[in-house]
């Protein structure tokens, strides 16, 4: 069960002070907790530690500026060629997506059923395989 909490009489607005205000930042941005977790902690929503750090003019530590780190792409001795020659860009598939397939009906009445992608030289010793069965 959820808890409730009943207020009896006005309901007023909480004064934080400018040092309160100071305290809870200073705890969200060097504790290691969530502002999520901060806000809990102190009854507050995070939306107020947030609007708290642009009125004050605090902002989140920033490690160091960025760097780029040197990168060198070398193929290797034993790499198999990723694409037939004849393949100009990777297939783009979305998920739950498979390729087409190919409905080929032989000559002595058998169906053969292949992925739409398969090499032709495959393609045709499979045909000759199926009608020579």
Not at 23 to 42: N, P
Request: with cysteine.
């Amino acid at each position: 069960m959820a808890r409730v909490e009943i207020l009896a009489g006005l309901e007023r607005r909480r004064f934080w002070s400018e040092e309160q205000k100071r305290a809870i930042l200073e705890e969200a941005l060097t504790s290691g907790l969530t502002m999520a977790d901060v806000a809990r902690r102190h009854d507050i929503v995070p939306q107020q530690i947030y609007t708290w750090r642009r009125q004050l003019g605090l902002s989140a530590p920033v490690a160091t500026d960025p760097t780029f780190l040197p990168v060198v792409v070398a193929a290797s001795e034993n790499a198999e060629p990723r694409y037939r020659e004849r393949d100009t860009a990777p297939r783009v598939t979305t998920r739950g997506s498979r390729p087409g397939r190919i409905e080929i009906r032989c000559t002595n009445g058998r169906v053969l059923k292949v992925e739409a992608g398969l090499d032709a030289g495959m393609l045709k010793a499979l045909i000759r395989s199926v009608e020579d069965a």
